[in-house]
């Protein structure tokens, strides 16, 4: 079985661009995050889906990130525009219904904007 | 506030027993888990304890939770090079978000 599937696994962009990353969790699972991992530091959420609904997208910054998981599948996450303080690696990850404490993290998408 | 500190760094020999410390601030807290992070490569699920266990064993893997100091640990015995990585701890309260420590870098010499 396919885990989390992400991509691109690496971009690279200059300030005020837009980006976009894609996810595809595990087949069945419902719930999908989207975490931020700045270098040195333990994945932060960003937002949170239970199926196609955003239930914590609290510490998303609404300004320039936008989310969306509109078929309670794929998701995607996008920034416009990026800014240098947006470089990191970008994780998603994807839990069932019934064992949602067990998290599964795709590879993640490294950003680096210039 | 919830909070997770972990120490930086260890470094231990091939065949040894490592030892990965965490403690915890929140005492709502209802899973613990351990994640493992090699370079380049997304978080693996290595183990988790329930908050009403006091220890779970799994392969090479023990986990000891102490709820009254709000301490979790991660031992591997038997510890191989491959073990190499970043140990993350984290804490779930019911079935929501993760919080993350900032990690555990393994170092483990032949």
């Known amino acids: 079985e396919a885990g989390v599937v992400q991509s691109p696994r690496y971009k690279i962009i200059e300030k005020k661009q837009p980006v976009a990353f894609w996810c595809n969790p595990i087949?069945?699972?419902?719930?999908l995050y989207w975490y931020r991992q700045n270098l040195g530091q333990g994945p932060e959420l960003l937002i949170r889906?239970?199926?196609?609904?955003?239930?914590?997208d609290s510490q998303l910054p609404k300004d320039r990130f936008s989310a969306e998981r509109l078929k309670g599948v794929d998701s995607t996450l996008k920034i416009q525009p990026a800014e240098l303080g947006d470089s990191a690696v970008y994780l998603c990850?994807?839990?069932?219904?019934?064992?949602?404490?067990?998290?599964?993290f795709g590879p993640g998408t490294r950003l680096t904007v210039t | 506030g919830e909070d997770v500190e972990q120490s930086l760094f260890l470094s231990v020999r091939e065949g040894d027993s490592s030892v990965i410390n965490c403690t915890y601030t929140?005492?709502?807290?209802?899973?613990l888990y351990w994640y493992k992070q090699e370079p380049g490569a997304g978080l693996q699920l290595l183990t988790y304890?329930?908050?009403?266990?006091d220890m779970k064993q799994d392969q090479r893997l023990t986990v000891l939770l102490n709820k009254k100091d709000k301490h979790l640990s991660l031992r591997i015995a038997d510890t191989q090079t491959g073990d190499s990585a970043i140990y993350f701890c984290?804490?779930?309260?019911?079935?929501?978000?993760?919080?993350f420590g900032k990690g555990t870098m393994l170092l483990v010499s032949p």
């Open positions: 990850a994807s839990s069932a219904g019934d064992n949602s404490y067990e998290q599964y």
């Open positions: 304890i329930f908050s009403n266990m």
């Open positions: 087949s069945g699972h419902n719930t």
């Open positions: 984290a804490e779930s309260i019911g079935y929501s978000t993760l919080t």
């Open positions: 929140d005492s709502s807290s209802t899973y």
């Open positions: 889906y239970e199926n196609e609904e955003a239930v914590d």
